[in-house]
């Protein structure tokens, strides 16, 4: 169903005809499909007020919420969403629809919390500041579900009030009681044309272009809930990278912000040579038209599939896959010690198949320098398995490293050779210059790319991040240059599109050195169909956007060693 949008140019809150039907009847879940609506639906004409005494108002939180609430504190002492909601599940034992719900009240009220705090802030009269911020994380939580879900008022503000009595106290019980009924007066749109009022165009002419180009950013920020910084971010690597023009900026910079705020859905990967595509779809996936070897699951545990559960398949991003693909797909020039002309992917719109004529010889080395969690390495595997080469996956952290292994393990069962490593990658090059056919170099990075996953990231990182990153990132492309042979390739991937982690870092590295290309990757990205993927940029690099691709935000440069 498209999208109803409202003046202002957000989705607006949505509203229900009532059914008389109770508590159990209608939430949407995070994915999309029915769930349990945790609360009566709303009655019109009857938003701001409680049919129930307050004698007979629950005491204790229901477990979706409270669930919802301990993954948003334990976020707040430096947690991860996505790695903590799964646990609270399990512990609270919450499944099926009740599991749906605390999903979707926890990534929204912690996505949207800069729309929401603006609001909260306006209703309660008074600065952030001077809100406990564990009373501050239960107005987000009522906040969302008065304004973002399909919760009744009367059910939004007496199930939050339990929550507050139970986790904050009944003093500031009161107070969340009646900051949500302030809440509940408007809905979305009117409160953001209060807190956020559009950027007046009629005069436009007459303004100072830089004030009503800051002032329309500034409100965008609000809007559609991210840092104003990051925003300004996006809209500089939207033009840089060529996903943008002048005349469209605006408009495509609105569908990104957009598309962080949208859940990501369920990416499979099917490694080649353990699982075919096929095999996911039987399971009830449908086959990807941008992966080759992906597969998109619209509803239902990953793990409840055969092939993932024993690391045949996995979940990885499109993009992610992509890249991987991309790098075994490049040329690499012949060497003495080649034995022939190593042409692998001399065309690019085939997947390899095995080795053979044109394809890579035996003992081709791969490296993947930053391996960790070790989704990428996982596909690098099984397609050096397929060509006959060997990869080295090499990680830092000794936890991630295990991670990696974990992952690798089904592809070495079935014959891949393949290595985990643990060091520092800015050593490798040193360590051994010029021994790799084919490096990967996917750099720690703010990670403005995956936004639309974890819900938290941009709440975290601050323009003070991209020095240290910046220096890091430049020291791992120098020792994957190092690394890589004569005629080898090197492959640099970031999960952010910001000019200080993309091509500023490439161009930095490349200029102080006269044995290095930077050639075209665009006919490297192929689509299901073979075609080459579509608005990837003016290149040579690449740039994938989610609300183009539907992938993370994944930047690739592909450089060759002379």
């Given at each position: 169903?498209?999208?109803?949008?409202?003046?202002?140019?957000?989705?607006?809150?949505?509203?229900?005809?009532?059914s008389?039907?109770?508590?159990?009847?209608?939430?949407?879940?995070?994915?999309?499909?029915?769930?349990k609506?945790?609360?009566?639906?709303?009655?019109?004409?009857?938003?701001?007020?409680?049919?129930?005494?307050?004698?007979?108002?629950?005491?204790?939180?229901?477990?979706?919420?409270?669930?919802?609430?301990?993954v948003?504190?334990?976020?707040?002492?430096?947690?991860?969403?996505?790695l903590?909601?799964?646990?609270?599940?399990?512990?609270?034992?919450?499944?099926?629809?009740?599991?749906?719900?605390?999903?979707?009240?926890?990534y929204?009220?912690?996505?949207?919390?800069?729309?929401y705090?603006?609001?909260?802030?306006?209703?309660?009269?008074?600065?952030?500041?001077?809100?406990?911020?564990?009373?501050?994380?239960?107005?987000?939580?009522?906040?969302?579900?008065?304004?973002?879900?399909?919760?009744?008022?009367?059910?939004?503000?007496?199930?939050?009030?339990?929550?507050?009595?139970q986790?904050?106290g009944?003093?500031?019980?009161?107070?969340?009681?009646a900051?949500?009924?302030r809440v509940?007066?408007?809905?979305?749109?009117e409160?953001?044309?209060?807190?956020?009022?559009?950027?007046?165009?009629e005069?436009?002419?007459?303004?100072?272009?830089?004030?009503?180009?800051?002032?329309r950013?500034?409100?965008?920020?609000?809007?559609?809930?991210?840092?104003?910084?990051i925003?300004?971010a996006?809209?500089?690597?939207?033009?840089g990278?060529?996903?943008?023009?002048?005349?469209?900026?605006?408009?495509?910079?609105?569908?990104?912000?957009?598309?962080?705020?949208?859940?990501?859905?369920?990416?499979?990967?099917?490694?080649?040579?353990?699982?075919?595509?096929?095999?996911?779809?039987?399971?009830?996936?449908?086959?990807?038209?941008?992966?080759?070897?992906?597969?998109?699951?619209?509803?239902?545990?990953?793990?409840?599939?055969?092939a993932?559960r024993?690391?045949?398949?996995?979940?990885?991003?499109?993009?992610?896959?992509?890249?991987?693909?991309?790098?075994?797909?490049?040329?690499v020039?012949?060497?003495?010690?080649?034995?022939?002309?190593?042409?692998?992917?001399?065309?690019?719109?085939?997947l390899?198949?095995?080795?053979?004529?044109?394809?890579?010889?035996?003992?081709?080395?791969?490296?993947?320098?930053?391996?960790?969690?070790?989704?990428?390495?996982?596909?690098?595997?099984a397609?050096?398995?397929?060509?006959?080469?060997?990869?080295?996956?090499?990680?830092?952290?000794?936890?991630?490293?295990?991670l990696?292994?974990?992952?690798?393990?089904?592809?070495?069962?079935?014959?891949?050779?393949a290595?985990?490593t643990?060091?520092?990658?800015?050593?490798?090059?040193?360590?051994?210059?010029?021994?790799?056919?084919?490096v990967?170099?996917d750099?720690?990075?703010?990670?403005?790319?995956?936004?639309?996953?974890?819900?938290?990231a941009?709440?975290r990182?601050?323009?003070a991040?991209?020095?240290?990153?910046?220096?890091?990132?430049?020291?791992?492309?120098?020792?994957?240059?190092?690394?890589?042979r004569?005629g080898?390739?090197?492959?640099?991937?970031?999960?952010?599109?910001?000019?200080?982690?993309?091509?500023?870092?490439?161009?930095?590295?490349?200029?102080?050195?006269s044995?290095?290309?930077?050639?075209?990757?665009?006919?490297?990205?192929?689509?299901?169909?073979?075609?080459?993927?579509?608005?990837?940029?003016e290149?040579?690099?690449?740039?994938?956007?989610?609300?183009?691709?539907?992938?993370?935000?994944?930047?690739?440069?592909?450089?060759?060693?002379?």
């Open positions: 169903m498209p999208e109803r949008r409202g003046s202002s140019g957000h989705e607006p809150s949505r509203r229900r005809q009532p008389g039907r109770g508590r159990d009847s209608g939430h949407r879940e995070a994915g999309g499909g029915a769930g609506q945790h609360g009566s639906r709303r009655q019109p004409g009857n938003r701001h007020r409680s049919t129930q005494r307050p004698a007979e108002r629950s005491r204790r939180a229901d477990p979706a919420r409270l669930a919802a609430y301990t948003m504190r334990r976020v707040a002492e430096g947690a991860f969403a996505n903590e909601l799964p646990k609270v599940l399990r512990e609270h034992r919450i499944h099926g629809r009740d599991a749906g719900f605390a999903t979707e009240l926890t929204g009220a912690t996505r949207l919390r800069g729309r705090d603006v609001i909260v802030a306006h209703a309660a009269g008074r600065p952030l500041s001077r809100i406990d911020d564990a009373v501050l994380d239960t107005l987000r939580l009522g906040a969302h579900q008065l304004l973002g879900m399909r919760v009744e008022t009367h059910a939004a503000v007496n199930e939050t009030v339990a929550l507050a009595r986790v904050n009944s003093g500031a019980a009161g107070f969340v009681n900051v949500l009924r509940s007066e408007r809905d979305l749109s409160w953001l044309d209060l807190v956020a009022p559009p950027v007046a165009t005069r436009a002419d007459d303004q100072d272009p830089e004030a009503l180009r800051d002032a950013l500034a409100r965008l920020a609000v809007v559609e809930s991210h840092p104003e910084w925003v300004r996006l809209r500089a690597a939207l033009l990278h060529g996903g943008s023009t002048a005349a469209t900026l605006e408009e495509d910079l609105t569908a990104l912000l957009r598309a962080d705020n949208t859940p990501a859905a369920v990416s499979l990967v099917a490694r080649p040579g353990l699982v075919e595509v096929a095999e996911l779809t039987e399971a009830g996936a449908t086959a990807s038209t941008l992966s080759p070897v992906g597969a998109l699951l619209s509803a239902g545990d990953p793990g409840a599939l055969a993932v024993d690391g045949r398949a996995a979940v990885q991003d499109e993009g992610s896959q992509l890249v991987a693909l991309a790098l075994a797909a490049a040329r020039r012949p060497t003495a010690r080649s034995g022939g002309d190593r042409r692998t992917g001399s065309d690019p719109s085939a390899p198949q095995s080795t053979g004529p044109g394809m890579a010889h035996d003992g081709e080395r791969w490296l993947d320098l930053c391996a960790g969690p070790g989704g990428k390495a996982g596909l690098l595997s397609l050096a398995h397929r060509q006959g080469a060997r990869l080295r996956a090499n990680e830092v952290s000794g936890h991630r490293a295990e990696v292994r974990r992952t690798l393990e089904a592809g070495i069962r079935a014959g891949a050779r290595t985990v643990v060091g520092d990658g800015r050593e490798v090059g040193a360590e051994e210059p010029g021994a790799y056919d084919r990967l170099v750099v720690p990075c703010t990670g403005l790319g995956a936004l639309r996953r974890r819900p938290e941009r709440w990182r601050t323009p991040d991209l020095s240290a990153l910046g220096s890091l990132q430049r020291e791992l492309l120098t020792s994957a240059l190092e690394a890589a004569p080898g390739v090197v492959g640099y991937a970031t999960c952010s599109p910001h000019l200080a982690e993309t091509t500023l870092v490439v161009g930095d590295v490349v200029r102080k050195r044995d290095v290309t930077v050639e075209d990757a665009r006919p490297l990205f192929r689509d299901a169909s073979g075609a080459q993927v579509a608005g990837l940029g290149g040579p690099h690449v740039q994938l956007w989610p609300h183009v691709h539907g992938t993370d935000a994944m930047f690739f440069a592909l450089l060759r060693r002379l």
